[in-house]
C-alpha cells in the first residue's frame, strides 16, 4: 500500500489536533505518543513558514478541533474548574481533583474527575503491594475505586450520555473487570467516536490474546477504518505483541515507515521486532540508530539490554546501564537496564534488587517478573521463580518467555506433565520458534511418548532455518528406537552433509559413527570410509572408534575385493 501526500496530511492534521485533545485530558501517554510520530513525518509534508501558529488556529485552540467543537461547550465556570482540576491532575493530586470537579455531567470535566479518580484508586492499590515478596506486600489488593467508578459509567452509558473518552475509561474498567468481550465493545465505540486515543487502542491490544482474535480485529478494524494510519500503527504493534511472521509485520509497517522516516517510535518498533525475529545483528543496528538519533530516549532499552546481554556485549551494556542512570535512575526501563547489566556479570543477587525496583516503579511490568524469573531459576530456587513467572503471565499472558521459563521450572522438578501444559502454551505464541518446539519434545520424550516427541522435532526442523542438527538428530534416535532404521539413517545423512566441512562436536562424532557401521552393513564401504573419516579429528572415545572402524572398512573392502576377483567368469 502506497500512501499519497494528501492522504499524509491529513495523518499530520489527525495527530496534531490528537496532542491537543489528548492533552486537554491528560492522557499524557496518548498525546506523546502522537508527537512521537509526528515529529518523524517527511519534511516536504510540513509547511514551509514560520508563522504557522498564527495561520491554523485550529491546530493550537482545542475548541476549534472538530471533535471538541462537537461538544457542549464549557461556561466559564465550568472552564475555571476546568482548568484548576487539570493542574491538579498534572502534579498528581488525583484526590484534590475530584474535589474540585464536583458532580459535572460535562464531557470533559466529567471524564477528568472519574480518570482522576481510577489512578487514586490505582495508586492507593500499588502502595499496598510494594514489598515484592515481603510480608506486607498484598498481591491480591484491588483499586477500591472501580465499582463506583463502573456503576456511574454504565447508568450513563445507558443513556446514550459518555462521550469518546468516557467510553474509553468504561472499557478500562470493564476489562479491569474480567468482562472482555464487553470491554472490546466499548473500547470499538470509542474509537469511532475518536480515533486518535492511542491509549484506546493499547487498551483493545490487551484484548487480543490468540492469533485467531487477531485475526478476527484484523478483518474488522480495517473494514471500519479503512485509510486510518493509527489503525496499522495498531496492527503493526499487535504483529510484535503476539509474535506474528516478519512480513505480516513489514507489510503493515513498510508504508508508514515511508511517511515517517524520522520518528523514534517507527525505528523502535523495526529495532524490537528484528529482536524478537531473533534477528540479532539487525536489531543491534537499528537501536544503535536510535540511540543516536535519540540518546535520551530510555523506552524500549530493556528491550535492547536484553539483546546485548544475549550477545555477551558487556561493555556496551555497562555503556547502556550508565546513560540511562543519568538520564532517570527512577524509570523502570532503568533498572531493568541496570539489572541485565549485573546479570551479564554474573552478579545475580545485584540483578534480582534491580528487577525488584523496577517492579515496584510498576507493579505491570511484565518482561521484569520474566527476567526476575530467570534469575531466580539461576539460584535453583524454582518456587519464588514459578511466582514470578506466574505474575508476568498474570499481567500479560501473551509473554511467551514466562511461560517457557513456567515449563523449565516445572521439567527441573520433574513434574513432566505440568512442564508439557506450559510448553504448549509458548508453542501457541510462538509457533515458529524451534526452541519452544524442542522443549516439549523433551518432555514428550521423557514421558516415552515418542509418536509426539516425533511431530514436535518435525515442527523444530521445519522452523530452525539456520541450525537444524538438534532436532533432526533427535528424530534419528527416536526412529532407531522405534526399530525404523533406514529413516533413522535418512536423518543422520541429513545432519552429517550439513556439518561434514564443519567442526564435528560429539553428538555428531557418534552419528557418523553410526552411519559408517549402517554403511559398513549394507557393504557401502566407500560411504563408511567417509563417515568414519569425518569422526577422526574428535576427542575421546570417538577418535579411536573411528580409527578401528577405518582398520575394519580397509579389511572389508580387502575382502570384497578378493571374493570379486576369485570369482569365476562366465
Given at each position: 500500500?502506497?500512501?499519497?501526500?494528501?492522504?499524509?496530511?491529513?495523518?499530520?492534521?489527525?495527530l496534531?489536533q490528537?496532542?491537543?485533545?489528548?492533552?486537554e485530558?491528560?492522557?499524557f501517554?496518548?498525546?506523546?505518543w502522537a508527537a512521537?510520530?509526528l515529529?518523524?513525518?517527511?519534511?516536504?509534508?510540513?509547511e514551509?513558514?514560520e508563522s504557522f501558529?498564527?495561520?491554523?488556529?485550529?491546530?493550537?485552540s482545542a475548541?476549534?478541533?472538530?471533535y471538541e467543537?462537537?461538544?457542549p461547550p464549557l461556561?466559564?465556570?465550568?472552564?475555571?474548574?476546568?482548568?484548576y482540576?487539570?493542574s491538579l491532575?498534572q502534579i498528581?493530586?488525583?484526590?484534590s481533583?475530584?474535589d474540585?470537579?464536583g458532580?459535572s455531567k460535562s464531557?470533559k470535566?466529567?471524564?477528568?474527575?472519574?480518570?482522576?479518580?481510577?489512578?487514586a484508586g490505582e495508586?492507593k492499590?500499588e502502595?499496598?503491594s510494594q514489598?515484592?515478596?515481603?510480608?506486607t506486600?498484598?498481591?491480591?489488593?484491588?483499586?477500591?475505586?472501580l465499582?463506583?467508578?463502573?456503576?456511574e459509567?454504565?447508568?450513563?452509558?445507558?443513556?446514550?450520555?459518555l462521550?469518546?473518552f468516557g467510553?474509553y475509561l468504561?472499557g478500562?474498567?470493564?476489562r479491569?473487570?474480567?468482562?472482555?468481550f464487553?470491554?472490546?465493545a466499548?473500547?470499538l465505540?470509542?474509537?469511532r467516536?475518536?480515533?486518535?486515543?492511542?491509549?484506546a487502542?493499547?487498551?483493545?491490544?490487551?484484548?487480543?490474546?490468540?492469533?485467531?482474535?487477531?485475526?478476527?480485529?484484523?478483518?474488522?478494524?480495517?473494514?471500519?477504518f479503512?485509510?486510518s494510519?493509527?489503525k496499522d500503527?495498531?496492527?503493526?504493534?499487535?504483529?510484535?505483541?503476539?509474535h506474528q511472521?516478519?512480513?505480516v509485520?513489514a507489510?503493515i509497517?513498510?508504508p508508514?515507515?515511508?511517511?515517517?522516516p524520522?520518528?523514534?517510535?517507527?525505528?523502535?518498533?523495526w529495532?524490537?521486532?528484528?529482536?524478537?525475529t531473533?534477528?540479532y545483528?539487525e536489531?543491534?543496528l537499528m537501536?544503535e540508530e536510535?540511540?543516536?538519533?535519540f540518546?535520551?530516549?530510555l523506552?524500549d532499552m530493556d528491550?535492547?539490554s536484553n539483546l546485548l546481554?544475549?550477545?555477551?556485549?558487556?561493555d556496551?551494556?555497562c555503556?547502556l546501564?550508565?546513560?540511562c542512570?543519568?538520564?532517570?535512575k527512577?524509570?523502570?526501563e532503568?533498572?531493568?537496564v541496570r539489572a541485565?547489566?549485573h546479570s551479564?556479570?554474573r552478579?545475580?543477587?545485584?540483578?534480582i534488587?534491580?528487577?525488584?525496583r523496577?517492579?515496584k516503579?510498576?507493579r505491570s511490568?511484565?518482561?521484569a517478573w520474566?527476567?526476575?524469573?530467570?534469575?531466580?531459576?539461576?539460584?535453583k530456587?524454582?518456587?519464588?521463580a514459578?511466582e514470578c513467572?506466574r505474575?508476568a503471565?498474570?499481567?500479560?499472558?501473551?509473554d511467551y518467555?514466562?511461560?517457557?521459563g513456567?515449563?523449565?521450572?516445572y521439567?527441573?522438578r520433574?513434574?513432566?506433565?505440568?512442564a508439557?501444559?506450559?510448553?504448549?502454551k509458548a508453542t501457541?505464541?510462538?509457533p515458529?520458534?524451534?526452541r519452544?518446539w524442542?522443549?516439549?519434545?523433551?518432555c514428550y520424550?521423557?514421558?516415552q511418548?515418542?509418536?509426539?516427541?516425533?511431530?514436535?522435532?518435525?515442527r523444530a526442523a521445519?522452523?530452525d532455518?539456520t541450525?537444524k542438527?538438534?532436532?533432526m538428530?533427535q528424530?534419528?534416535?527416536?526412529?532407531?528406537k522405534?526399530?525404523?532404521?533406514?529413516?533413522?539413517?535418512d536423518y543422520?545423512?541429513?545432519v552429517w552433509?550439513?556439518a561434514r566441512?564443519?567442526r564435528?562436536?560429539?553428538?555428531?562424532a557418534?552419528?557418523?559413527l553410526?552411519?559408517?557401521?549402517y554403511?559398513?552393513?549394507?557393504?557401502?564401504y566407500?560411504d563408511?570410509?567417509e563417515?568414519a573419516v569425518?569422526a577422526?579429528?574428535t576427542?575421546?572415545?570417538?577418535?579411536?572408534?573411528?580409527?578401528v572402524?577405518l582398520?575394519?572398512?580397509?579389511?572389508?573392502?580387502?575382502?570384497s575385493?578378493q571374493?570379486?576377483s576369485?570369482?569365476?567368469?562366465?
Amino acid at each position: 500500500m502506497i500512501i499519497d501526500d494528501k492522504t499524509l496530511r491529513e495523518y499530520k492534521v489527525q495527530l496534531q489536533q490528537s496532542i491537543v485533545v489528548c492533552s486537554e485530558r491528560c492522557l499524557f501517554y496518548s498525546s506523546k505518543w502522537a508527537a512521537e510520530v509526528l515529529d518523524g513525518i517527511r519534511k516536504d509534508i510540513l509547511e514551509d513558514k514560520e508563522s504557522f501558529t498564527n495561520n491554523e488556529p485550529q491546530l493550537v485552540s482545542a475548541y476549534q478541533i472538530p471533535y471538541e467543537a462537537s461538544l457542549p461547550p464549557l461556561s466559564e465556570y465550568e472552564y475555571n474548574k476546568y482548568q484548576y482540576a487539570k493542574s491538579l491532575f498534572q502534579i498528581r493530586q488525583f484526590d484534590s481533583v475530584k474535589d474540585v470537579l464536583g458532580n459535572s455531567k460535562s464531557p470533559k470535566l466529567y471524564f477528568l474527575r472519574l480518570y482522576a479518580k481510577y489512578l487514586a484508586g490505582e495508586k492507593k492499590r500499588e502502595e499496598l503491594s510494594q514489598e515484592i515478596f515481603g510480608v506486607t506486600e498484598d498481591t491480591k489488593a484491588d483499586n477500591l475505586e472501580l465499582n463506583s467508578i463502573f456503576e456511574e459509567l454504565s447508568e450513563d452509558h445507558s443513556k446514550g450520555n459518555l462521550d469518546a473518552f468516557g467510553l474509553y475509561l468504561y472499557g478500562i474498567v470493564l476489562r479491569k473487570r474480567n468482562s472482555g468481550f464487553q470491554a472490546a465493545a466499548i473500547l470499538l465505540e470509542s474509537i469511532r467516536k475518536f480515533q486518535y486515543n492511542w491509549s484506546a487502542w493499547m487498551e483493545l491490544a490487551l484484548l487480543v490474546q490468540n492469533n485467531k482474535m487477531f485475526m478476527d480485529l484484523q478483518v474488522l478494524v480495517n473494514r471500519e477504518f479503512d485509510g486510518s494510519a493509527i489503525k496499522d500503527f495498531f496492527l503493526a504493534k499487535l504483529c510484535i505483541d503476539l509474535h506474528q511472521p516478519r512480513p505480516v509485520f513489514a507489510a503493515i509497517m513498510e508504508p508508514l515507515t515511508a511517511c515517517f522516516p524520522h520518528s523514534a517510535y517507527v525505528k523502535s518498533q523495526w529495532a524490537v521486532l528484528y529482536y524478537d525475529t531473533m534477528d540479532y545483528n539487525e536489531s543491534l543496528l537499528m537501536f544503535e540508530e536510535l540511540r543516536r538519533a535519540f540518546p535520551s530516549r530510555l523506552e524500549d532499552m530493556d528491550v535492547f539490554s536484553n539483546l546485548l546481554y544475549l550477545q555477551d556485549s558487556k561493555d556496551k551494556l555497562c555503556v547502556l546501564a550508565l546513560d540511562c542512570d543519568k538520564i532517570d535512575k527512577y524509570r523502570p526501563e532503568t533498572c531493568c537496564v541496570r539489572a541485565n547489566y549485573h546479570s551479564v556479570k554474573r552478579e545475580v543477587p545485584e540483578s534480582i534488587e534491580y528487577f525488584k525496583r523496577a517492579l515496584k516503579l510498576n507493579r505491570s511490568y511484565h518482561l521484569a517478573w520474566t527476567l526476575l524469573g530467570h534469575d531466580y531459576i539461576e539460584l535453583k530456587n524454582t518456587n519464588a521463580a514459578i511466582e514470578c513467572y506466574r505474575r508476568a503471565v498474570g499481567v500479560n499472558s501473551r509473554d511467551y518467555r514466562a511461560w517457557y521459563g513456567l515449563g523449565q521450572a516445572y521439567e527441573v522438578r520433574k513434574f513432566p506433565y505440568d512442564a508439557i501444559y506450559y510448553y504448549q502454551k509458548a508453542t501457541d505464541l510462538r509457533p515458529y520458534d524451534a526452541r519452544m518446539w524442542r522443549a516439549l519434545a523433551n518432555c514428550y520424550q521423557t514421558l516415552q511418548q515418542d509418536d509426539e516427541a516425533r511431530d514436535c522435532y518435525k515442527r523444530a526442523a521445519a522452523c530452525d532455518k539456520t541450525g537444524k542438527n538438534l532436532a533432526m538428530v533427535q528424530l534419528g534416535r527416536i526412529f532407531e528406537k522405534m526399530g525404523r532404521m533406514s529413516v533413522a539413517i535418512d536423518y543422520y545423512h541429513t545432519v552429517w552433509e550439513q556439518a561434514r566441512y564443519n567442526r564435528i562436536n560429539d553428538e555428531l562424532a557418534e552419528i557418523c559413527l553410526v552411519l559408517a557401521r549402517y554403511a559398513i552393513s549394507k557393504h557401502r564401504y566407500k560411504d563408511a570410509e567417509e563417515y568414519a573419516v569425518s569422526a577422526l579429528n574428535t576427542i575421546h572415545p570417538y577418535h579411536e572408534q573411528a580409527r578401528v572402524m577405518l582398520d575394519e572398512i580397509k579389511i572389508f573392502k580387502e575382502m570384497s575385493r578378493q571374493s570379486q576377483s576369485a570369482a569365476p567368469t562366465s
